[in-house]
């Protein structure tokens, strides 16, 4: 009989985009390596995302977070061929940028603010009134304002670049377990020892939690409460004959349609909190069709593609939770990415590998992270 090894270095608690990013990266120092996942890899909101890279667009106030967002957008590119070596597989990055678009003359005032503040840190990012506009994207409609081009906001095809991530980690040693759920974790003279599954026990120097809007509930095991709820989203897609449009366009945080390299185009997404019912309903596919369409009159005519849902693991201040247990050793957290978990995967992976690995930190960066700062607040 086969013997199943149940001894590891690390056990990663989750096979989303940022348990798969950690145990590449672990993976590639010659750790030992398990990722354990309650069903299938990329089964949640890592392959519902619309795989937007939009640090800037979707981030409007310097501090740590948009730091981090920035260091992790410029990783793509090189990435992406890295990835493609070590799994072979095309995350399908793209990278002709977005445009943030004004529908009246008041958000175009606000976007034109956001455009002297973001040439800050990118100046080739500019306003582009409605003529120069639609000669960029003839499709968008004659009512658009204007817009903020965002020459390096990419994207990528997120379910791709999860598996990519885990398979890359499998050609450096690591292990994946998928339907396996973790329960509890072992706690030994004040550190963790392993955890507790439903296919048995997994003894690991270190455990890392990347259970995405899954987290508080497993952190209670261990004693802490932290704040991450699902925020749904829902999303569907359309396929034209000839691409109508050729850059990601982002209206708001609730309309935007991304044209994926495969021809199909995304359009998301709904907000709705505190809900882990996963059902696609009508009234949220509707309001997405009515902004999109208001948007791109074309989209009407498109052949309809699919739809689905998931679920962003939000914290409440729209910030991740990325560090040690405060209580118990050698027990990490990382999760509540919320709105931008596969923009921030690759920066993710790489600080919670030196974070495992002892290595030095930008310790003023990471404060903003740390898993007690709600409690403080809360008093
Ligand atoms: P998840 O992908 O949810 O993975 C967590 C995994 O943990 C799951 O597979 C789950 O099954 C597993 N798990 C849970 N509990 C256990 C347990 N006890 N034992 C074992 N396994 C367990 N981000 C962007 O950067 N750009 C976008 O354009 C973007 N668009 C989005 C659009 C939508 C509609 C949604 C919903 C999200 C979007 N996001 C986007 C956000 C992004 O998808 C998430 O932040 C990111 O996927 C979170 O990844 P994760 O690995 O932390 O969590
Ligand atoms: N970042 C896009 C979304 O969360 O819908």
Known sequence: MEQVENSFDVAIIG??????????QLAKMGRKVIIIEKERLA???????????????????????????????????????????????????????????AETE?????????????????????????KVLREMEPSLAPSVVGGMYLPNDGHVQPAKLTQAFAHAAVYFG???????????FIFEDGQVKGVKTTNG?????????????????????????ISVYPVKGECFSVRTEEPIINTTIFSDKRCYLVPKRNGEIYIGATM????FDNKVTPEGIASLIERATKLVPQIKEAAWERVWSGFRPQTGDGIPYIGEHPKWKKLFVAA????????????????????????????ALLAAFHLERHKETVG
């Open 15 to 24: 096979g989303g985009i940022n348990g798969s990013s950690i145990a590449y």
């Open 43 to 101: 089964c949640q909101a890592s392959s519902a995302a619309a795989g937007m890279l939009a640090a800037q667009a979707e981030i409007e106030q310097d501090g740590p977070l948009f730091q981090l967002a920035l260091k992790s957008q410029a990783m793509f590119s090189t990435l992406s061929s890295e990835l493609f070596e070590y799994s072979g597989i095309d995350i399908e990055f793209v990278n002709k940028g977005m445009l943030k678009i």
């Open 106 to 130: 008041e958000i175009a005032a606000e976007v034109k603010k956001q455009v002297s503040y973001q040439r800050n840190w990118d100046p080739t990012i500019k306003w582009l009134d409605g």
């Open 174 to 184: 690591a292990e994946i377990r998928e339907n396996t759920e973790v329960l509890s």
């Open 201 to 225: 026990v997994i003894h690991s120097e270190q455990v890392v939690v990347a259970t995405g809007a899954w987290a508080a509930k497993l952190m209670r095991e261990s004693g802490l409460d």
């Open 272 to 275: 709705l909190e505190n809900t």
């Open 336 to 363: 509540g990415h919320f709105r931008n978990g596969i923009l921030l995967s690759p920066i993710t992976g790489k600080i919670v590998a030196d974070l495992l690995a002892g290595r030095r930190q930008d310790e």
